[in-house]
């Protein structure tokens, strides 16, 4: 396991890529577990309205038919697996990255941790850029089109079906 953590933070650092992860099922579901379980810990702790369960399973729904859908349309549908596991993975980790900011009852937050979470929002944003440029072999301002788009969508489903803005 702290194998797997530590490719997935030379992912984060744009060191290597979803290739270097190993292939088949086991490290995807990893991947896709590790950011559930972050993700619902990041729920319970915050004070979001609407239904967690149902933002849970479009936030890990979409990724999961985006990136087949995608490596399908260029012809490199044995990279999925990689790929998510690079996707969920590494946004399982940087997501850990914001709990200061989840756990302060200030209000408003301190500079701080809003601050790291910015970055943090950022750097995931260049991170998911950077896998879809190695798993799709395309330019990395394509691969931050792709990030981009994804995170819209998501964000415009989740905001549409459980009724948050």
Known sequence: MTDLIARWLGIIMLRSGPEDLPGGPAVATVGVLAYIG???LTLSVSERPGNPVLILTIAVIVPLVAARFILNLVGKPARWQQTVAALFGTSALL???NFPLLLST???PPAGPVLLALAVFVWSFAVDAHIWRRALEVSFTTGLVVAVVLFAISFTLIANIV???
């Open 95 to 97: 997501a850990l990255l």
């Open 106 to 108: 200030a209000d408003p």
């Open 38 to 40: 972050v993700s619902a």
């Open 163 to 165: 009724g948050i803005t």
